[in-house]
């Protein structure tokens, strides 16, 4: 007997409709004699409002948040009248809704009277979503015939204490699992587990960062040894590009896990970056299907693809970053510059999406997110202070408005010819290309040009590379 994860966004468990719509695949598949654990994710935008109210009663703005609290309690109310349930299911669910906004009132005026709100305080606020809509969703289920049970991921998911980050303890995690899933599974009940969510050996509420429900389907596959992961969405699988972006993107059939995690690290949203980790150890297959679009195949995602090597899969962008440069002629030849400068943004806590050095070594050039910028330019120059008094380092400067374009495929940098096709694709539009990098990996090319360029660049590369138009 098989046994499938089944993730279910924001978008797909969102309202009535989708709820029903996203039963009646489920029923379908447990029809079919499948093994079936859901995972769900708040409700579309009900996380977004936490965290709002989080932050409003930080800043003092009682009215915000306590507006915010009761918007939340009639989206949740409504929710369950329009599902039409009996008073037998109705009941219960009403107090557990009212019992959640009132932890969360209690959560708000804390935070009121404290002036801020601490990444542990954060992680309960946050989790409330996931915890509301897995009780809605299991008696969804039950509506439609099956038997259905919630369950807490804090009972499953053992993690560091990395709150808003945390880290799965997986070895106590498959223990959990093992205890708490396995028996609900071979009495046939389908389990409706609370994404996002886990808990400290302590039983302290932890988050696995935003979009976390992804990564939660993946700790439950690879600690079930399912035989397939699926994350339910609202677009027909992983497209070639964003279609917002680029109208004639195409869902790809069959893509492999280094492919997709390049994507996910370079901006795709189709997928949490963390999701394959747990899965490509153990070969477990992740699908990407379309909730509004049973029908359509999807996009399977597994470690060797059947397509051939060589060929651009995908380009993604990460866009709202600034480009910071080091340079001077003094820095040549001079040990540990490259050390101190990351060192001195890694103290300010900003992400490097991008490294690019000149092979003179007068320059270092990063990429990092705009909003970051003021802070690791100051952070470098306090390090750098006797360089540039001495004139090592001529000028540590920024070019905002700038993103990242990373084409995907397999094989890119041991196949001749695709780097010609890149540029040659651009230099038709008149697009400049302001830095690359290409490391290790054979996964992908990166390139920064300017944000005005960007949609264009996406555009010309998918028709003149993707499709050879």
Known sequence: MTTYIMKFGGTSVGSIEAMQQAAKIIKSCADQGHRLVVVVSAMRGVTDALIQSAK???????????????????RHHGVLDGLSLNEHENSPLLSIIDQHMDELSVFCRSIHVMGEVTPRGMDAITSLGERLNARIFSTALRQVGLNSQAVN????????????????????????LTKRLLPLLDDGVVPVVTGFIGATQDGIITTLGRGGSDYTAAILGAGLNADEVWTWTDVDGVMTADPRIVPNAQVIPEISFNEISELA???????????????????IPLWVKNTFNPSHPGTRICIMPAKSKG????????????????????????????????????????????????????????????????EVIQSVESEMSLELTRRDIDRIWAQD?????????????????????????????????????????????????????????????????????
């Open 56 to 74: 409003s009663a930080a800043a003092g703005d009682e009215a915000a948040y306590k507006s915010i609290i009761e918007q939340l309690r009639d």
């Open 153 to 176: 991921a804090t009972e499953l998911i053992i993690t560091d204490t990395a709150f808003q980050n945390a880290m799965p303890i997986m070895d106590i995690t498959r223990q959990q």
């Open 265 to 283: 690290y370079f901006g795709a949203k189709v997928l949490h970056p963390k999701t394959i980790r747990p899965i490509i150890e153990r070969d």
């Open 311 to 374: 060929k651009v899969t995908a380009i993604s962008t990460v866009s709202d970053l600034s480009m910071i440069t080091v340079e001077g002629r003094g820095m040549l030849g001079v040990p540990g510059i490259a050390a101190r400068t990351f060192a001195a943004v890694a103290r300010t806590g900003a992400s490097v999406l991008m490294i690019s050095q000149a092979s003179s070594e007068q320059s270092i050039s990063f990429l990092i997110p705009a909003d970051s910028t003021t």
């Open 401 to 469: 408005g700038v993103t990242i374009v990373t084409v995907v495929g397999a094989s890119l940098r041991t196949t001749p010819g695709i780097a010609a096709q890149i540029f040659s694709a651009l230099a038709g539009g008149a697009i400049n290309v302001i830095a690359i990098a290409q490391g290790s990996s054979e996964y992908s090319i990166s390139l920064v040009v300017s944000e005005q360029d960007a949609n264009d660049a996406m555009q010309r590369i998918h028709d003149k590379v993707i499709l050879n138009a």
